[in-house]
């Protein structure tokens, strides 16, 4: 389900739809995107769901993007991003077939899985589960695939938390598994040098060996 819930980072509809949402910017489109399910979160809030970011990054967006957009008007505009993202890919790769098909047996099996993951109450997961489900049938996919999304990811929280690893410590045990190096996941969370460096002596590596 990531890629599918993914479009909504990488696509140019969605850069598009926030651009015209008064979101400029990709970092605005992120924070207000992905946090306007919980509605005009604070920046406390944001920074302690969303885990990995400095507070300061978080802080450059949120709480001033609902100045520039309300969390009804984000949510519109990522669901209308996504669709139009999705649609290209699916007419490109998957022809006519796509809506009489696969899609409406994949939103049946999402709508059950969301229902399930809701149970959980784990915030941004629950959030999304709350919102009411679009119309289109790849509007519905991406809806399904990001409840799901959100879901694991408040999971991989849950779990950090348990082990003590802070956001800081994340996303040092993020770059250990990734092929992005320390140097590019740190840059996409807002860290400096100097605290990547400084909460290294928890080393994430040496608690958590990677096979």
């Known amino acids: 389900m990531e890629p599918i819930h993914a479009v909504t980072y ?14 400029r910017g990709f ?4 924070f207000a995107g992905r946090a306007a399910p919980l509605g005009a979160a604070s920046t406390g809030l944001v ?18 993007v609902w100045k520039l957009c309300s969390p009804r008007k984000a949510i519109e505009a990522r669901q209308r991003g996504a669709l139009s993202g999705l649609t290209a890919v699916a007419e490109a790769e998957l022809g006519e ?3 009489r098909d696969s899609v409406p047996e994949a939103v ?7 229902a399930a993951a809701a149970e959980d109450l784990r915030p941004l997961g629950q959030a999304n589960a709350l919102l009411p489900w679009p119309d289109a049938p790849l509007a519905q996919l991406w809806h ?4 799901l999304r959100e879901h694991r990811g408040d999971g ?14 994340s996303t040092i045990l993020r770059a250990a ?25 928890a080393d994430p590596i040496r608690l958590y060996p990677i096979p």
Do not use: N
């Open 156 to 169: 991989h929280v849950m779990a950090l938390v348990v082990h003590e690893l802070g956001p800081c410590e």
């Open 47 to 64: 920074t302690s769901v969303f885990y990995g970011f400095q507070p300061g990054f978080v802080e450059r967006s949120i709480p001033d």
């Open 108 to 114: 049946k099996v999402l709508r059950q899985a969301g």
């Open 177 to 201: 598994v990734s092929k992005d190096g320390i140097e590019r996941t740190k840059d996409v969370r807002g860290w400096e040098e100097t605290p990547v460096t400084a909460c290294g002596d």
């Open 10 to 23: 990488f696509v140019p509809q969605e850069g598009a739809a926030f651009e015209e949402a008064g979101l």
């Open 27 to 30: 970092w605005r489109g992120y």
């Open 97 to 99: 077939s796509w809506q």
């Open 144 to 147: 399904g695939a990001t409840i």
